[in-house]
């Protein structure tokens, strides 16, 4: 579990916990929520606890001693710290599969190192797959990992396509995927009030709850826009054979459209324990904890066009899909720059898109040849970045 202690993490032991008979927990990892992991720890006994940093590990370690003296006790858990702690408990031998669920591009490469050791990785964090590109898949392909997705988005396009999309989208009969997105917390918000919206209207979304970075994506449509880049990779799909459509009601995950006009939806209630208890019993079906879904309660399905006005992350993220290689790390790279700006409440919602403009323009096309290149191209971009919010606060 690459990152329990999120939104993700935590529906994901959800998911776990209902069938002691079919999963153990080999290892947790967690940034900063001491509190949480210990309770998750004692919960799952898991043989290795991973904390970025080495002072938090000290502190699990201490609670978990503490906690051994009463009646729960994790007393064959291990408490490790660093990067490569987390790059090593992803590709432990004992390990089959992998919850790649770190926010952001710190999850690149704890994946990654899933992926070389051939696991089954179940992948959330969507910022590793956009930053890694054409080298991420290549290294699925050549070490035989599985790749199963949980973005509900792309695990319901995964759900709805035959099995051999790999070899391109018209030998398996499709015409497009139709990528859906909710629209989030200001799709009708008037357009002039949106430079004064704050970090809690930003992550109160309508339809899911999620960390805080994904949430500002959400109402930015970044997240479709990194959303649309992962479609692009996981599916071999070309950027013109994926659509956004903007559907409110969160029921429809997204669709596959086929040469001969079927469209088949993948459709449930906006709970990612569905995609996540898919990806974890695949090719099986286990049970998830949601409630089953009330169509005559939901009524009605809307669909709309996305408005680029409102959302220029998507036109950037677009963009970037089109260029390829370089493009999408940096777009990625600034847009976590520019969302922990807004969070903290350094830069305005709009700014966030015109900060990740200006590191685009200022880039130089770069070839990259692997993580290194991929590494260059971020610390460039962050930097650049950072640069652009000094002048934003002067
Ligand atoms: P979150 O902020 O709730 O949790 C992030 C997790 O990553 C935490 O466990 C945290 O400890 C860990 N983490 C943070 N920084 C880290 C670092 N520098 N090094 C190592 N670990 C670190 O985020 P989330 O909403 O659970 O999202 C996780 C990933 O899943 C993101 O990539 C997101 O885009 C994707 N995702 C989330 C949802 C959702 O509903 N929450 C849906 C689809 C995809
Ligand atoms: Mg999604």
Redesign the pocket.
Known sequence: ML???????VSTLDVVARHPERFHVVAL?????VERVVEQAIQFQPRYVVM?DAKRAQQVRERLAARALGVNMAKNTEVLSGVDA?CEVAALPEVDVVMA????A??LLPTLSAVRAGKRILL????SLVMGGEFFMRAVQESGAELLPV??EHNAIFQCMPAKVQTGLENAGVARILLTGSGGPFRNTPLAQLPAVTPAQACAHPN?S?????SVDSATMMNKGLEFIEACLLFNARPDQVEVVVHPQSVIHSMVEYLDGSVLAQMGNPD?RTPIAHALGWPERIRSGVPLLDLIKVAQLHFEAPDEARFPCLRQAKSAALVGGWAPIALNAANEVAVDAFLNEKIRFTDIANLIDGVLQGMTASTIEGIECILAVDQEARRSACQALERLRR
């Open positions: 990152g329990s202690t999120g939104s993700i993490g990892t967690a940034h900063s929520n970025v987390l669920a770190i926010v952001g710190a999850g959330a964090n969507k910022e973005d509900s899911w999620m960390g805080r970075k994904i990612m």
